[in-house]
């Protein structure tokens, strides 16, 4: 009978709730500094600072529920299997080479003299345990819950959620973010990672949302959030990724598993996740940022457009270019 991923939300430890919880409370301020830093987009604008009125503000909710795209996913009843294999992945991998290795030792101590002094095992058994692990390796990428979950090409472990009714680039809409703490519990066992590294992944991508939507550039302009609705998600998304992943590195030492993790859920995540790469691998921060400012100030919602202001970006920066 097929297992319904609500159930096994459902079945997560409740305790699950508050280690989420309490993540939020103790990292939230250092990963909006660390974003400030990064994008230099603030939730207040320099006249709102000047005169209080209407600052932009983000809560945090924390929410045992989920998705509703989630809602009739379902998986096969051996699914206990597979998470077992997760949980031991990183063993497996490791007996792999490791038994690789003493395949080509064992040849070797052959060649010597008394080789029956040192060889203790056939051929044929270290070979075994070998084939056996990879099997179980391929069985666990072939069957990866957590990929199949993922590909629905929406963030299913949190959520930036907004008015989208706005078209003043001076205007502040309605946000927030939500944090479910079940498919947190849910994809922390399944990564074989903690709940706390994984909620700090999962709130520094909501929040490079917010800040990349809602944060006032120095002339105090946002991403319209009806523009910003109807934006190409590989660009949301790519731009939530960067500022998401140059948050994690600027926080590295503070928070050491969370930059690991982030890499562990890319590898599952479907293409839409993995626009931000060339930007990283090819243009500068200030290029990203200058691009992403440029696009929201034109309304540019496609991702041929930011990366055309992008290249664009990235010739102006080039050192010693000087314009006439």
């Given at each position: ?28 301020a ?14 207040r ?114 959520v ?26 849910l ?88 626009a ?22 034109w ?8 990366e ?17």
């Amino acid at each position: 009978m097929p297992i319904l991923l609500r159930d096994l939300i459902a079945a997560i430890d409740p305790s699950v709730e508050l280690r989420v919880r309490r993540t939020r409370d103790r990292t939230r301020a250092a990963i909006q500094d660390a974003l400030r830093s990064e994008c230099r987009l603030s939730m207040r604008s320099a006249d709102e600072i000047e005169e209080p009125g209407s600052t932009a503000s983000v809560r945090v909710e924390i929410e045992a529920g989920y998705p509703e795209i989630l809602e009739r996913i379902s998986f096969p009843d051996d699914l206990e299997h597979v998470w077992l294999l997760n949980g031991y992945r990183t063993q497996i991998e490791q007996a792999v080479n490791g038994l690789k290795g003493l395949e080509e030792l064992r040849a070797q101590l052959l060649r010597m003299p008394q080789p029956e002094a040192w060889v203790k095992v056939s051929e044929g058994d270290l070979a075994r345990v070998r084939s056996w692990g990879e099997m179980l390796l391929e069985v666990r990428e072939a069957r990866d819950p957590l990929s199949e979950v993922l590909a629905v090409n929406q963030d299913v472990l949190g959520v930036y959620v907004f008015d989208a009714n706005g078209t003043d680039e001076y205007d502040v809409n309605r946000a927030s973010i939500r944090l479910y703490w079940g498919v947190i519990g849910l994809f922390s066992k399944g990564l074989a990672c903690s709940v706390e590294d994984l909620t700090i992944v999962v709130l520094a991508h909501e929040l490079a949302h917010a800040y990349t939507q809602l944060g006032a550039d120095i002339e105090g302009r946002r991403w319209p959030s009806r523009d910003f609705a109807r934006a190409d998600l590989h660009l949301t998304e790519g731009l939530a990724q960067y500022y998401a992943l140059q948050t994690l590195n600027r926080l590295s030492r503070k928070f050491p598993g969370a930059i690991k993790v982030f890499e562990l859920l890319l590898a599952k995540q479907p293409d839409l996740y993995h626009a931000h790469e060339p930007w990283v691998e090819h243009f500068t921060a200030e290029a990203v940022r200058r691009a992403m400012i440029e696009a929201r100030r034109w309304r540019e919602g496609t991702l041929k457009e930011y990366e055309g202001r992008l290249a664009h970006a990235a010739e102006q920066l080039r050192p010693g270019r000087q314009d006439i």
